[in-house]
Nanobody, 125 residues
Framework: QVQLVESGGGLVQAGGSLRLSCAAS????????MGWFRQAPGKDREFVGA???????NFADSVKGRFTISRDYAKNALYLEMNSLRPEDTAVYYC???????????????????WGQGTQVTVSS
């Protein structure tokens, strides 16, 4: 059974930093795209950033220059480093993975086959 488990969320003041982790199990995603989405109350799930199978990353304009993504292939894990956090970054953050080999990132959540349960990030002003 494939599982993605996020951790690292919490409450932080504006301008602060958090690092989210996503631990994958049940299969390896070393040749698949993995990414992060977020969903604030009353809003649609939105793309945050993702890494292709070949380690190329891309990000939503709203987080460019503040967020970075990294992977630990040995641990089958994905990370989201968030800096200069703003109150508008408050949301539940989800880890997602595409099932296909040599897959590239997508801004459309429907293109992802596996999802974590989410972790809450709250940024106070």
């Amino acid at each position: 059974q494939v599982q993605l488990v996020e951790s690292g969320g919490g409450l932080v003041q504006a301008g602060g930093s958090l690092r989210l982790s996503c631990a994958a199990s049940g299969r390896t995603f070393s040749r698949s795209a993995m990414g992060w989405f977020r969903q604030a109350p009353g809003k649609d799930r939105e793309f945050v950033g993702a890494m292709n199978w070949d380690a190329i990353t891309n990000f939503a304009d709203s987080v460019k220059g503040r967020f970075t993504i990294s992977r630990d292939y040995a641990k089958n894990a994905l990370y989201l480093e968030m800096n200069s956090l703003r109150p508008e970054d408050t949301a539940v953050y989800y880890c997602a993975a595409r099932g296909g080999q040599f897959s590239t990132s997508s801004h459309d959540p429907r293109d992802y086959d596996y999802w974590g349960q989410g972790t809450q990030v709250t940024v106070s002003s």
